[in-house]
Structure formats: C-alpha cells, structure tokens
C-alpha cells in the first residue's frame, strides 16, 4: 500500500518522472483478500532562470488507478478506482470456465496551466478490490509534466540587446501539440514592420498591421511569429495572449512576455558648411555655390561625419539621403508640372555614395539652374527652393534608419535686363561670405516621398 509519497522538486522544463504502486492478494475457501493502493503525490517545479519566470506554464497530468479480480468461484464486489482527476471508472465482469472476473479502472489525462516562480500539481489516486476466493491486484500509476509558455527572440544578444534597423523576430514557444483558437501580440514601443526604399507613393514605412498580429490566419492553427524593426533608442516590450484548445477538448488561456529589449541607436556628429546663391560662370549656372574663397567642394558641404555604433555590435553602412520642394516662377507662373511637389532628390542614396563606421563620410550639394535668354525686358524668374536632408545608417542585414536631419533652403529673384543681360536680386543665402551655420538634429522620422525628382525636373 502507498500511503504517502515525498514531494518532489524539478526546476522547469526537466524531465519529469512518474510515482505508481501496485499490490496484490488471494483468498482460498471461504477467507479474504483484498489489495489497495492509494496516497497523495504532490510535485513543485521552481523557476531557475536568469530572466522572470513565465506567465503562463501548461500541466499535463496522466494518472490511471485499476483493480482486477480473476479466478473467482462467485460474483465479487466491484472494485473502486480513481485516479484523482475525477475521471468515472469503468467497470467490466465476465464468466467462464476459470471463474468470475472483474475489471475496473479509472483513467485520464488532463491539462490545465499555472504560471509564477514556483508550480506544485498534486494528485491522490487510489485502487482497493476485496474478494473471498479468487486472486485481486490494485494499480495506480501518475505522471506530471509541464510545458512553459514563453516567447523566444531571435536578432538580439544573449541580454536582449537590439541594434535599431535590425531585424527582430518573436516565437511563441511552448504550445506545439495545442490547436490555437486565437493569439494577438503586443509589440511596444515605435516598432515598425519595414522601411522599404522601393516603394514610392509616401508609404515607406510600413507600421504593423492588426493582421501581423493577430490570428489564427484561415488554415493555420498555430501562432504565427511576429517581425518588426525599431529605429528608436528605447525599451521595447513583447507579449502575447492565446487562447488554445487542449487534445482532450480543453480550452486553456495563456499569456507570454518576452524580456525587456533594450533598443541600442548609433550616434552621430555632421558637419555642415554653406555657401551662398551667386552665379557660377563656369558651370553658366545660378545657384547655391561654395562661398568665393573657401574651398568648399559645394554649395553645402556635409563633412567630418562621424558615425559610432554602440557595443557590442558594429560595421554597418551609412548615406545621406535628401528631399527637395522646387517652387520656380516664370513671370509669376510655375513652372514644371512637379513644381511644388516634394520629392527625393535623384536617388535615396545621394549620389551613390555611401560608407562604413568607423570611417568617416563627406559629401555636398550645389542645387541650382541654368536659365534661357528673356524674350523682353522685365521678364522674371524666381526660384524658392526647400530641402531636407538625412543622414541614415543601415546595420549589416537590417533596413534603414535615420540619425540625425537638417533643412535648408535657397533662393533668388532674376529680371531680363533691356541690354540683354539677367539681372540678380533677392539671393538668399545671400554674399558674400558663408551662408547659415546650419546644425543637423537627432530624429527618429525617416524620410517618406512620393515622387522623385530628376535633375532638371
């Protein structure tokens, strides 16, 4: 007889063992027999990992409790069974030519979840059969184990370490074997789906949609993971919730939150020079040039930029990327069926030219127009010119994101002379000297177009 059993303590996810008895008894004439086996099992499981125990653990618990007569020369009382998990005996007889026979035998397995540092199942299973001839044996036999629903992460470090532009993949762990009625993820923070430098309608960045979210898809019956992106210097929480249906019919409600992610950003420096609108006689150009004297490789200069990725991570590749608003007049009429339209300047990358932390990056920009003879005296032309510019870091196998953005803009007003010559007014920046002391800020906006600007467009 089993009258007791020690508790018994397994940290989470081990292998977990089964307790069972069995006992035995025969009568001859008219004396007795009997057999039982019965007793409570208790079993802890304890948390023993780094990060905060799972919100959700799913119980599987087995028992079966059984009893036999055989070899009987009389019908026998019918045993009792339970296996503790309130599952009703069943209950067979028979007669031949060895005797009465009986057998019974209460059986099944449930699931149920718990969830916390610390998870006890408990169970008191019991078997017991009397005869007065014949032979009888009392069985019972329990088995525990559990499942934790937690959520894995791939894309960050062994500390939850994510490079902002790197891409990030939650999976919900620990539900195989359950069909899932329904789930819906939480991902905090500014996490994004993608920044897709392809598409070209103001919709670059693509948020998260309730459907990446939620589910089961039509013809799916497990949880999904989620991808994303985050181009923000930040704490980043992921949770899930799911409702699952056990094999025995069973609905089980689970939650999971992953461990805080600590969303790492590159910093950067970005030196800016501008010069001022003036007419390049060379080039036959108006336009926003290097002031006379400095050198300057262009109107305005971007130098001496210096990108540092944070530890543990590195390498990465870098560009400046530049939006443009044209607003040019002849004689107070736009001009170009584009005029005033906002768009990228050329390509996202400005002039193909990128680079690699811990080098540093230069670049520069003379906007400006060639502009045609005036058909009379008093024609105008004016030119207003607004400009964005980004600079932007991509981690290796990741997708953009923006570090640092300044605006900028030139202008200037030409009136057609009678002795056939432009006359200049209104430059902005205007001569001589440098223009503004332009200073980038930090952002965490990426530029968005829906057109893209040609030169001479």
């Given at each position: 007889m089993?009258?007791?059993?020690?508790?018994y303590s397994a940290?989470?996810?081990s292998?977990q063992g089964?307790?069972?008895?069995s006992?035995g008894s025969g009568?001859?004439?008219?004396?007795?027999?009997?057999?039982?086996?019965?007793?409570?099992i208790d079993q802890?499981?304890t948390w023993?990992?780094?990060?905060?125990?799972?919100q959700?653990?799913?119980?599987?618990?087995?028992?079966?409790?059984?009893?036999?007569?055989?070899?009987?020369n009389?019908?026998?009382?019918a045993?009792?069974?339970?296996d503790?998990?309130?599952?009703?005996?069943?209950v067979?007889?028979?007669?031949?030519?060895?005797?009465?026979?009986v057998?019974?035998?209460?059986?099944?397995t449930?699931?149920?979840?718990?969830g916390?540092?610390?998870?006890?199942v408990?169970?008191?299973p019991s078997a017991?059969?009397s005869?007065?001839?014949?032979q009888?044996?009392?069985?019972?036999?329990?088995?525990?184990?559990i499942?934790?629903v937690?959520?894995?992460?791939?894309?960050v470090?062994?500390d939850?370490?994510?490079?902002?532009?790197?891409q990030?993949t939650?999976?919900?762990?620990g539900?195989?074997?359950?069909?899932v009625k329904?789930?819906?993820?939480?991902?905090g923070?500014?996490?994004?789906?993608n920044?897709?430098i392809?598409?070209?309608?103001n919709?670059q960045?693509?948020?998260l949609?309730?459907?990446?979210?939620?589910?089961?898809?039509?013809?799916?019956?497990?949880?999904?993971?989620?991808t994303f992106y985050?181009g923000?210097?930040?704490s980043?929480?992921?949770?899930c919730?799911?409702?699952?249906?056990a094999?025995?019919?069973?609905?089980?409600?689970?939650?999971?939150?992953?461990?805080?992610?600590?969303?790492?950003?590159?910093t950067?420096?970005?030196?800016i020079?501008?010069?001022n609108v003036?007419?390049?006689?060379?080039?036959?150009?108006?336009?926003?040039?290097?002031?006379?004297?400095?050198?300057?490789?262009?109107?305005v200069?971007?130098?001496?930029?210096?990108?540092?990725?944070?530890?543990?991570f590195?390498?990465g590749?870098?560009?400046?990327?530049q939006?443009v608003?044209p607003?040019?007049?002849?004689?107070?009429?736009?001009?170009?069926?584009?005029?005033?339209?906002?768009?990228?300047?050329n390509?996202?990358i400005?002039?193909?030219?990128?680079?690699?932390?811990?080098?540093?990056?230069a670049n520069?920009?003379?906007?400006?127009?060639?502009?045609?003879a005036?058909?009379?005296a008093g024609?105008?032309?004016?030119?207003?010119?607004?400009?964005q510019?980004?600079?932007?870091?991509?981690?290796?196998?990741?997708?953009?994101?923006?570090?640092?953005?300044y605006?900028?803009n030139?202008?200037?007003?030409?009136?057609w002379s009678?002795?056939?010559?432009?006359?200049?007014?209104?430059?902005?920046?205007?001569?001589?000297g440098s223009?503004?002391?332009?200073?980038?800020?930090l952002?965490?906006?990426?530029p968005?177009?829906?057109?893209?600007?040609?030169?001479?467009?």
């Open positions: 089993i009258t007791s059993q020690p508790s940290p989470y996810g292998v089964g307790y069972g008895g006992a009568a001859v004439g008219d004396r007795t027999g009997s057999a039982s086996c019965s007793g409570g802890t499981y023993q990992g780094t990060d905060p125990a799972p959700s653990v799913i119980v599987t618990q087995t028992s079966t409790a059984s009893a036999w007569i055989g070899y009987s009389s019908a026998q009382a045993p009792t069974c339970d503790g998990l309130q599952d009703s005996p069943t067979t007889s028979s007669h031949s030519m060895y005797g009465y026979a057998n019974a035998s209460s059986s099944g449930h699931y149920t979840t718990q916390g540092a610390s998870i006890t408990s169970c008191s017991s059969v005869i007065n001839s014949g009888c044996t009392a069985k019972v036999a329990y088995s525990a184990s499942s934790p937690t959520i894995q992460l791939t894309g470090t062994t939850h370490k994510l490079l902002t532009g790197q990030c939650a999976t919900l762990s539900t195989n074997g359950y069909t329904s789930y819906t993820w939480l991902v923070g500014k996490a994004f789906k920044y897709d392809t598409k070209t309608n919709d960045l693509v948020a949609d309730p459907k990446d979210l939620t589910g089961p898809a039509t013809g799916s019956t497990g949880v999904a993971p989620v985050d923000t210097a930040e980043l929480t992921v949770s919730t799911a409702t699952l249906t094999p025995d019919g069973t609905s089980l409600s689970v939650s999971a939150k992953a461990p805080q992610i600590t969303v790492l950003k590159p950067a420096s970005w030196g020079t501008t010069g003036h007419y390049n006689s060379s080039a036959g150009e108006y336009g926003l040039f290097p002031a006379f004297g400095t050198g300057a490789p262009g109107g200069s971007w130098h001496d930029v210096a990108v540092t990725v944070p530890a543990p590195s390498g590749t870098c560009c400046f990327t939006l608003t607003n040019h007049t002849y004689n107070g009429t736009a001009t170009g069926s584009n005029n005033g339209v906002p768009g990228l300047d390509s996202f400005y002039f193909n030219y990128t680079w690699s932390p811990p080098a540093t990056g520069s920009d003379s906007p400006a127009i060639i502009v045609p005036g058909k009379v024609d105008t032309v004016t030119v207003s010119d607004s400009l510019t980004w600079l932007m870091y991509q981690p290796p196998g990741g997708v953009w994101i923006p570090l640092r953005q605006s900028y030139w202008a200037l007003t030409l009136t009678a002795d056939g010559t432009w006359a200049m007014s209104g430059q902005n920046p205007a001569p001589p223009g503004p002391n332009y200073m980038s800020t952002t965490d906006t990426p968005q177009w829906g057109m893209v600007h040609t030169n001479g467009n």
